[in-house]
């Protein structure tokens, strides 16, 4: 690949994300970058993520050793890296330097998780560990496809524990057809009473590429009503709030002071560097992605090329729509004093008016933010503002076209 994106001489990114796309099977609703294997070939990964390092180096002419604020290791299943977190680490170390305040994160699969893999990453260094545990009930992990059952999601929060981690996230779905039966609010309560420290709740999409977004499509699955996802999705609010959570962005939650520094700095706007088969990157303003496919990942770096498929720089209307959009998926919002604020005021004020009636917004001396209705609708909610904002900039009526409707949601 011959792309050369124009970072030369760009500031060094704070926080890097490495992704690790290996899966022992592919769940039927995945539509990320996997490689279905039963020997995952961490050694290979390993050495794809050097030579890309290196490459980034040589490109931007950083010197050694960049001062990394948060690593996070996606996937894929990186619980099947093992012990080879440890070569990671020597790895990161010939480059970066790993702060004592660092947050490293590393996803896992309860499948893959047990003391002895969570006790190998924490002396590596790994201090942040999520659990995708998904659900409580083993009708719903039969039906989503995963490999462990509720007895295994509670082993492995135990495990994580028991090795020392004292930042646990879970991941949940919710939103499933209504056909597959459970109980959500309980499935919440044991999430709670597993002592985990953050919480990320996802609703179930059909993504078309998947099987089951073509089952979907054929009518044989039927997704669930947007009443019962609202309703679901308040439901999990309600008791992580109660709970002590903090409801941080529109699927995350933790307890105070325990929140993912690394997934702030992608909601801040903040430069982050990524490594590894589909890895998105933000460096000297410029968005980057990889090529998707492990395949074509690794041989572009064995032929010594870039493993790079693309590049963009967003324009000022684009970048100030996207501003928008990472603001209001955070309880941040915008904040008073952001120009920002004033656009959205001179362009939308009967908008933002009736959106607090509605409690989907809400207005004080810190700025401006969504609440946890607001975030059901986020999507359409921001493509009217940025709209509204595009039209009062050209001098059009601002009020014509902006298509919202009670039920849209995110
Ligand atoms: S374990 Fe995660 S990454 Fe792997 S196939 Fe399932 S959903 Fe996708």
């Given at each position: ?232 999705y ?13 409801h941080?962005e529109v699927s ?76 209001l998926r ?40 969504l609440t946890a209705e607001g975030w059901l609708r986020m ?31 995110a």
């Amino acid at each position: 690949m011959l792309i050369d994106p124009p970072v030369s001489g760009a500031a060094p990114p704070a926080s890097l994300y490495l992704h690790f796309p290996f899966c022992v099977h592919r769940c039927h609703y995945c539509d990320f970058s996997v490689h279905r294997t039963s020997r995952a070939p961490v050694e290979e990964w390993l050495e794809c993520i050097g030579i890309e390092v290196a490459q980034w180096f040589e490109r931007v002419g950083w010197s050694r050793p960049v001062r990394l604020e948060t690593v996070f290791v996606g996937g894929g299943t990186p619980s099947l890296i093992g012990g080879g977190m440890s070569h990671l680490a020597s790895l990161l170390d010939g480059w970066f330097d790993r702060t004592t305040e660092l947050e490293w994160t590393a996803e896992s699969n309860p499948a893959s998780l047990d003391v002895a893999v969570a006790g190998s990453w924490r002396r590596a260094g790994v201090n942040r560990l999520s659990v995708g545990i998904q659900s409580f009930d083993d009708r719903v992990l039969r039906w989503l496809g995963r490999l462990h059952d509720a007895a295994g999601a509670r082993q492995a929060l135990d495990a994580a524990r028991a090795a020392g981690f004292e930042d646990v996230n879970a991941d949940l779905i919710f939103g499933l057809p209504e056909s597959v039966p459970r109980d959500w609010r309980a499935e919440v309560g044991r999430v709670l009473e597993a002592g985990v420290t953050h919480v990320s709740a996802y609703g179930l999409t059909a993504e078309p590429r998947t099987p089951l977004g073509r089952r979907v499509q054929t009518g044989e699955i039927r997704m669930v009503s947007e009443d019962r996802y609202a309703a679901e999705y308040l439901e999990a609010v309600e008791a992580l709030v109660q709970a002590g959570f903090v409801h941080y962005e529109v699927s995350n939650f933790a307890l105070p002071g325990r929140e993912c520094r690394h997934n702030w700095h992608y909601w801040d706007g903040s430069p982050y560097l990524g490594l590894g088969p589909s890895a998105h990157g933000f460096v000297g303003g410029t968005r980057l992605w990889n090529v998707f496919r492990w395949e074509a990942y690794r041989r572009a770096l064995a032929d010594g090329q870039s493993a790079l498929e693309g590049h963009e720089m967003l324009g000022a209307g684009e970048s100030r729509l996207e501003r928008l959009w990472l603001a209001l998926r955070t309880n941040r919002g915008v904040a008073a004093g952001d120009p920002l604020l004033d656009r959205l005021v001179l362009s939308a004020a009967d908008l933002l008016e009736s959106w607090g009636d509605a409690g989907w917004v809400h207005r004080d001396e810190a700025g401006l933010r969504l609440t946890a209705e607001g975030w059901l609708r986020m999507d359409t909610l921001v493509a009217v503002l940025g709209g509204r904002m595009g039209q009062h900039e050209s001098g059009e009526d601002p009020r014509e076209g902006d298509g919202i409707r009670e039920s849209d949601r995110a």
